[in-house]
């Protein structure tokens, strides 16, 4: 559904290049969710901006439903829907009519009944005639996402759908990007949540300072590093960790260590912290 071979883009005077993407490469199939993860500043969004016709990269070649990006961005447009990491709906109108003003611009037919299914799948119909300036951070957040299905969309890119909102209403747009997946979109995402990342994604991409630097399922990229971690103090107070192929294996080192010890199943974040040397943030 989504194939990207040797994307790269930078920014900035020809002197002084910021290399934003370095040469990256993935593949998502159809009807999956995607996950790209890592650090602010690492090219999450510029992907996504470059994958949605908003920002033309220097090379590489996107092809997305079939369509090369380079040839048909319109026709692209035409079969994704985005939700972007900043706000831009229109506080002062209501829900009903920031989605009506979205369709007569993208030419939805059957608008009213469209409207309708797209605020039902975010649980926003009771509320449509509710300003949008009275909505909380997540019911704009689940707006946002209406307005992106409203044209009945084969992709689904979504730029750090859940950033600043609480653990609950974080929950709650998970249970939305479940629904738009079986209902057969491919579902692509940005997210530094790793909570978010192994609760949604079928395939993981890692990147660092513009570079793919890991690809595979959760389950896969956890095993790079070892089933199990033991947590535990040095001498000096500060938190280290070792990471052990299995349960069995921790058991046996944590008798050799005295000091705050834990043994817990490794995670995203540990694959990261091993491939990049720092924390996701």
């Known amino acids: ?33 995607f996950g790209l993860l890592g650090p ?3 090219g999450k969004s510029t992907t996504i901006k470059v994958l949605t016709a908003l920002s033309r990269p220097d090379a590489g070649r996107c092809i997305i439903d079939g369509i090369d990006l380079s040839m048909a961005p319109l026709a692209i447009k035409k079969r994704i829907g985005v939700v972007p990491q900043e706000n831009n709906l229109d506080r002062e109108l ?59 969309p084969t992709v689904l890119f979504l730029d750090e759908p859940t950033i600043g909102l ?72 500060n938190l280290c960790h070792i990471m052990t192929r299995t349960r069995e294996e921790a058991y046996e080192q944590a008798k050799t260590l005295s000091n705050g010890v834990t043994i817990r199943r490794s995670n995203l974040e540990d694959v990261f912290i091993k491939l990049t040397g720092e924390k996701i943030e």
């Open 1 to 33: 559904m989504i194939e990207v071979t040797g994307l790269t883009k930078s920014y900035g005077p020809a002197a002084h290049r910021f290399l934003a993407l370095d040469n990256v490469s993935f593949h998502v199939a159809s009807g999956t969710v």
């Open 40 to 42: 602010n500043g690492a």
């Open 94 to 152: 209501s829900a009903y009519e920031n989605l009506m003003i979205y369709g007569m611009l993208h030419q939805v037919v059957n608008l009213p009944q469209k409207i309708q299914q797209a605020l039902e799948a975010v649980s926003l119909w009771e509320k449509r005639e509710t300003t949008v300036n009275h909505f909380s951070g997540g019911m704009q957040r689940r707006l946002l996402i209406a307005r992106a299905l409203l044209t009945e």
């Open 166 to 237: 609480d653990p609950q209403i974080r929950r709650q747009l998970w249970d939305v990007i479940r629904k738009s997946r079986r209902a057969g979109r491919t579902v692509m995402l940005t997210t530094h949540y790793i909570e978010e990342a192994e609760a949604l994604c079928d395939m993981i991409g890692i990147i660092a300072a513009g570079r793919m630097i890991a690809l595979d399922t959760p389950d896969n990229l956890k095993k790079t590093v070892g089933e199990y971690v033991i947590d535990f103090a040095d001498g000096d107070g």
